[in-house]
Nanobody
Framework: QVQLVEAGGGLVQAGGSLRLSCAAS????????MAWYRQAPGLQRELVAI???????NYADFVEGRFTISRDNAKNTVYLQMNSLKPEDPAVYYC????????????WGPGTQVTVSS
């Protein structure tokens, strides 16, 4: 079973930066897709950014160029560099990893809290 563990959340002032990381364990097979989602209290979980094994990336509109997703395929680890954090960015940020084919999985991490003070 693939397990994901996020790290890097915390409290930061508005305009500051945080770098989240998520490492996958329990598999030697790279994920086809690794992504970051977030969920604020009372709201649905929403996609923040996604990256493929080939390096293609996509971002939610609200990112507006402030976040960068990257991955280390050899380590099956994904990162989210978040700059210019806004008061509307606080949420629990979740890592998701998907792989299809003979070895398939769709795993979620427990989440890491991001808090932004104004």
């Amino acid at each position: 079973q693939v397990q994901l563990v996020e790290a890097g959340g915390g409290l930061v002032q508005a305009g500051g930066s945080l770098r989240l990381s998520c490492a996958a364990s329990g598999t030697s097979s790279s994920s086809n897709i690794m992504a970051w989602y977030r969920q604020a209290p009372g709201l649905q979980r929403e996609l923040v950014a996604i990256t493929t094994t080939g390096g293609t990336t996509n971002y939610a509109d609200f990112v507006e160029g402030r976040f960068t997703i990257s991955r280390d395929n050899a380590k099956n680890t994904v990162y989210l560099q978040m700059n210019s954090l806004k008061p509307e960015d606080p949420a629990v940020y979740y890592c998701n990893a998907k792989r299809w084919g003979i070895i398939r999985y769709d795993s979620w991490g427990p989440g890491t809290q991001v808090t932004v003070s104004s």
